[in-house]
Nanobody, 123 residues
Framework: VQLQASGGGLVQPGGSLRLSCAAYGFSLGNHAIGWFRQAPGKEREGVSRISSNADNMMYADFVKGRFPISRDNAKNTVYLQMNSLEPEDTAVYYC?????????????????WGQGTQVTVSS
């Protein structure tokens, strides 16, 4: 049972990346999924969350409008489309499953975590 994040890389400021979070061994469709990031020397912070049936999405203030989140339960995958990337977006990005709890981007509500994918925004 695992989550696997992929799609990171090196991109210039203003560029785009699409991150994928694939689940193996369980169905993503029963759970809310969150994206988080952690930059060197900083705490892990919530980026976005999508409910199990995609009827509710949450975004951190710093990404609202730039990083639409979506999911394809048939493919057991959640996506984070990252547009208008800035150097400040450089971090390791993680996806995680929320088993129970409120609509929240706080990491403590999430129990299973993927291994992370590096996003570097630099010219």
């Amino acid at each position: 049972v695992q989550l696997q994040a992929s799609g990171g890389g090196l991109v210039q400021p203003g560029g785009s990346l699409r991150l994928s979070c694939a689940a193996y061994g369980f169905s993503l469709g029963n759970h809310a999924i969150g994206w988080f990031r952690q930059a060197p020397g900083k705490e892990r912070e919530g980026v976005s969350r999508i409910s199990s049936n995609a009827d509710n999405m949450m975004y951190a203030d710093f990404v609202k409008g730039r990083f639409p989140i979506s999911r394809d339960n048939a493919k057991n995958t959640v996506y984070l489309q990252m547009n208008s990337l800035e150097p400040e977006d450089t971090a390791v990005y993680y996806c995680a499953r929320q088993k129970v709890g409120p609509q929240s981007l706080h990491p403590t509500w999430y129990d299973w975590w993927g291994q992370g994918t590096q996003v570097t925004v630099s010219s």
